[in-house]
């Protein structure tokens, strides 16, 4: 049975903290259920938001709509031989809890995404990413309900359509589809283990880490798990929802002229004739890093993450998201994409 709720508060449900209202809500804990639901009236005849752990999205009002809660749990193992592991989670596991069963049993592969908020559902959306690993290398197949249909359908990697903080699930597949469960290739033996970023080399030698000879998939998940703990705030005690822009893409010429202007502008890979650029430090050089307005502000050690105090609401945060965005597109010509989902 499926129960859907009216007038619900989203306060417990979002990671900033931001206090807005579901018309109605339900939680999802089995397939069957979703297929219930998709036959259900209240769901044929409103506007739909699928929620997971709610660590990527700032609601600016109240939702007129039906919001869906994905809480469809397990791990298990698909297929095994001595070298590599298959496993698939449910899309409602937390994303981090996945991690360390992974951690605690030596399966390399997801120990660079440690520590990252949200749910295993939500994970392939937007490609999350993060010390030179994204989830698109790990990725074997995500399974999806056809949200009219009510049918499973599995996307291979390529069907994904992985790109940085992008996949089909953000486009072509958008709302057509529950991601249902996840399943992911990992090595257990010979692990190729990613310790190029240069903070995660840091803390692996503060802890006598040679990063070459003896980094496990432990020492770099609990090296990543630092970092992290030291840049990025605690959603239990502070409202964010991470990076709330993306690093922008720009084309080579224009990143040249900022270098030449700025010579300490840290400039990321280049694709084709385009270069990434770090949203964080153009943040930054505008001043607003540390800024606090009233309840809300932007965190003192990670300008790309906007924070809730406590009592900022949804608008609040917006509204300086914008002001963020038009001080650094006046003053290096670059027009920052927001991250988290907008609603
Ligand atoms: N920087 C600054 N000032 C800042 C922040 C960053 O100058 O306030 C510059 C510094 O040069 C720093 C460089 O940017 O060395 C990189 O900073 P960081 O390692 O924090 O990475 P990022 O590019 O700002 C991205 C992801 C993070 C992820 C880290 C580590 C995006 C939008 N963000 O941040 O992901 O944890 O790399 O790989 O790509 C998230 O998506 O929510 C998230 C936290």
Redesign the pocket.
């Known amino acids: 049975m499926i129960n859907i709720e009216k007038n619900v508060s989203l306060l417990p449900y979002n990671s900033f903290s931001v206090d807005a209202v579901a018309g109605y809500f339900c939680k999802i804990t089995e397939v069957h259920q979703l297929q219930e639901l998709i036959q259900s009236s209240i769901y044929q005849n409103n506007p739909r938001y699928i929620l997971g752990e709610g660590s990527?999205v700032l609601f600016t009002k109240d939702f007129q709509g039906l919001v869906i809660k994905i809480e469809i749990k397990g791990i298990e193992i698909v297929q095994e031989n001595e070298e590599r592991i298959m496993i698939k989670a449910g899309a409602g596991e937390p994303w981090h809890g996945l991690v360390l069963h992974c951690v605690m049993n030596d399966w390399g592969g997801l120990e660079?995404l440690s520590l990252?908020?949200g749910t295993v559902g939500a994970a392939p959306i937007?490609n999350?990413?993060?010390?030179?690993v994204e989830i698109k290398d790990r990725i074997e197949n995500v399974e999806g309900v056809d949200a009219l249909t009510g049918e499973v359908h599995s996307f291979n990697s390529v069907e994904c359509r992985f790109e940085?903080?992008e996949s089909a699930f953000k486009h072509e597949l958008k709302g057509k589809y529950f991601i249902s469960s996840v399943t992911l290739s990992l090595t257990k033996k010979n692990h190729l283990l990613n310790t190029d970023?240069?903070?995660i080399r840091d803390t692996l030698q503060e802890q006598n880490v040679n990063a070459l000879r003896d980094a496990t998939v432990k020492t770099i998940s609990d090296a990543v798990i630092r970092?992290?703990r030291l840049?990025?705030p605690d959603t239990a005690v502070v409202g964010s929802?991470?990076?709330?822009?993306?690093?922008p893409t720009i084309p080579r010429k224009h990143a040249e002229l900022l270098q030449h202007e700025y010579p300490s502008m840290?400039l990321?890979h280049a694709v084709n004739q385009n270069v990434k650029i770090?949203?964080?430090?153009l943040?930054?050089?505008c001043g607003w890093?540390g800024k606090r307005i009233n309840n809300i502000g932007v965190?003192p050690?990670?300008?790309?993450?906007l924070v809730n105090y406590g009592g900022g609401t949804g608008k609040e945060i917006f509204q300086l998201a914008m002001n963020i965005r038009d001080t650094v597109n006046n003053k290096f010509g670059v027009l920052l994409e927001t991250?988290v989902n907008i609603l």
Request: charge should be positive.
């Open positions: 990527n660079n990252i908020p937007q999350i990413g993060a010390y030179g940085y903080r970023y240069g903070a970092i992290r840049k990025l929802a991470g990076s709330f822009f993306k690093n840290p990321y770090s949203a964080g430090w943040i930054e050089q890093k965190h050690h990670q300008a790309l993450v991250e």
